[in-house]
């Protein structure tokens, strides 16, 4: 695992806006994502009655609607103890199996680094 300490400045900050989505909005998750030309996109959960998405789908499906063509990392900011294979697949389908998925919890801590594969 790595530690909070070990990660870059445009690491720390993705994590920094998923976190703040998620006090923001009120929601489970927040989530942010960069793409290749380092644009952030961020997000926090979907959960209406017709349309359920977490919040790294949202960030990830954000990117693509604004044409991002790749992803350099995502972040997720929860309560869980690992990011699901839905928010890891969705990684993976933008940004390729090496893309990194950092979750951290509600106090920025880093919790994982994993690879989307």
Request: no cysteine; charged share 20%; proline share 4%.
């Amino acid at each position: 695992m790595t530690q909070s300490t070990d990660l870059g400045p445009e690491d720390r900050k993705i994590i920094t806006l998923a976190r703040s989505a998620r006090a923001r909005n009120g929601v489970p998750e927040g989530a942010a994502v960069r793409d290749e030309t380092g644009r952030t996109y961020v997000a926090g959960t979907v959960a209406l009655e017709s349309l359920r998405l977490s919040a790294l789908q949202t960030a990830v499906a954000m990117a693509v609607a604004s044409g991002a063509q790749s992803l350099e990392a995502a972040a997720v900011v929860s309560e869980a103890d690992a990011a699901s294979d839905a928010d890891r697949a969705a990684v993976r389908d933008l940004g390729g199996p090496g893309t990194p998925v950092l979750l951290a919890g509600p106090d920025g801590e880093l919790k994982s680094s994993v690879a989307a594969g």
